[in-house]
């Protein structure tokens, strides 16, 4: 699975989806392998998984420049520090020599741009199964549509993790609409434990904390609501501004740093309600399908998001969640003051997220990407069927 980004520690929860994945498909009796671009500083683990390894690749010299992938996110990296195009440039002639020296039965790359593109070039004979998230088609969108071609040409099946996202793509490549697919990336099923309600009404957040995610909106959503907290999991280079926003105003906000496992467990049978404020930046880029909606929907918690992205396709406004139009702190407001006074609401969209969540777990995604990873012609169809055993290299 070649990957640009990839948790390097029980800590890190960087591309955790591909994690996610890899664990998935190896608890399904693959052997899986993760290439991805090692960090500029400590020893990543090897081996986060039974049947799953990770080969780190070194892509610039000296390893204080592997700058571009890892701390806020490949294009955050590039928008602040000019050294990281340095890496942008080499990671891809990196992971083309070492991916020439394996072969795999199948490859899932992940992120169109670069690791589609390497790896449709150095498939050989294996299956290519291309993943797009957000950052990659909005790259290709203002790139040469010979580039997007050029990876659907080498793929033997697209999966994009929201409708909006493969409508774009398709309109670059249209002549792989057959073998695109559009499946949300998953979670791991919620942990049971006990609700310790907070005094306040508490909104969570799960995110990195970098521009395209809103938060500044969510502080000055509850700036007035003494009653209200915003709780905030998760770093990332906007953190000082965030702080300095919520302290200029007099906001209920509260900054826990990453949090995973129990702790981020715990928080979520705790809170009230997620928050997802997610914009659209001046460049036209903003969220895929983010995991955090389904994670909160999967521990039973109600979501209030930014129609933005794929947001839409995960959560049905007034069934499941609330949807609220993007970059508007007064809808934002009002969504949760709603939330806040009606506790039947609550209960019901309670209620429906965890039924809507529940098909949306790594255990029952795995037979889809199984099947997309091992179909051949005649064999079964991406949904459903059984199909032969195979090594996959990637998520």
Not at 43 to 68: M, S
Not at 113 to 138: E, N, T
Not at 252 to 267: C, H, P, S, Y
Request: proline letters at 7%; aromatic letters at 6%.
């Amino acid at each position: 699975m070649p990957a640009t980004s990839f948790p390097t520690s029980e800590r890190d929860v960087s591309g955790l989806f591909v994690l996610g994945m890899a664990r998935a498909l190896a608890a399904r009796g693959h052997e899986i392998e993760v290439i991805a671009p090692a960090p500029d500083r400590g020893d990543p683990w090897t081996d986060p998984a039974p049947g799953v390894r990770v080969r780190w690749i070194d892509y610039a010299r000296p390893r204080t420049l592997q700058r571009t992938f890892h701390r806020a996110g490949a294009p955050d990296n590039l928008a602040r520090d000019p050294l990281a195009w340095i890496g942008a440039a080499s990671f891809p002639i990196a992971l083309a020599a070492a991916m020439s020296s394996r072969r795999w039965d199948a490859i899932a790359s992940h992120w169109g741009v670069p690791c589609g593109l390497v790896a449709g070039a150095m498939r050989g004979a294996a299956r290519h199964v291309a993943f797009f998230h957000s950052a990659d088609v909005h790259v290709l969108s203002r790139a040469p549509r010979a580039l997007a071609r050029a990876i659907a040409d080498r793929s033997d099946a697209l999966v994009f993790v929201s409708e909006r996202l493969r409508d774009r793509f398709l309109a670059l490549a249209p002549d792989a609409h057959d073998r695109s697919h559009v499946i949300a990336m998953g979670v791991d099923p919620a942990p049971t434990l006990a609700m310790s309600r907070r005094e306040r009404f508490t909104l969570l957040v799960l995110a990195r904390l970098v521009p395209v995610k809103g938060l500044d909106r969510a502080i000055r959503a509850i700036a007035t609501m003494p009653d209200v907290e915003l709780v905030i999991g998760g770093e990332g280079p906007e953190r000082a501004r965030l702080e300095q926003t919520a302290r200029a105003l007099d906001a209920n906000v509260r900054f826990l740093g990453i949090i995973t496992g129990d702790e981020k467990a715990r928080w979520l049978a705790a809170a009230d309600a997620l928050v997802a404020p997610s914009i659209v930046l001046p460049s036209g880029r903003t969220e895929g399908a983010p995991t955090a909606l389904i994670e909160a929907m999967n521990a039973a918690l109600p979501v209030i998001a930014s129609d933005v992205g794929g947001a839409r396709e995960l959560v049905t406004h007034e069934h499941d969640g609330l949807l609220v139009p993007p970059d508007d702190v007064w809808a934002l407001r009002a969504a949760i003051a709603r939330l806040r006074d009606d506790p039947a609401l609550r209960a019901r969209l309670s209620d429906h997220a965890s039924r809507s969540a529940s098909s949306r777990t790594w255990s029952a995604l795995a037979p889809r990407f199984e099947a997309l990873l091992a179909q051949s012609s005649g064999e079964c169809s991406p949904a459903h069927g059984s199909v032969r055993s195979t090594r996959t290299a990637g998520p």
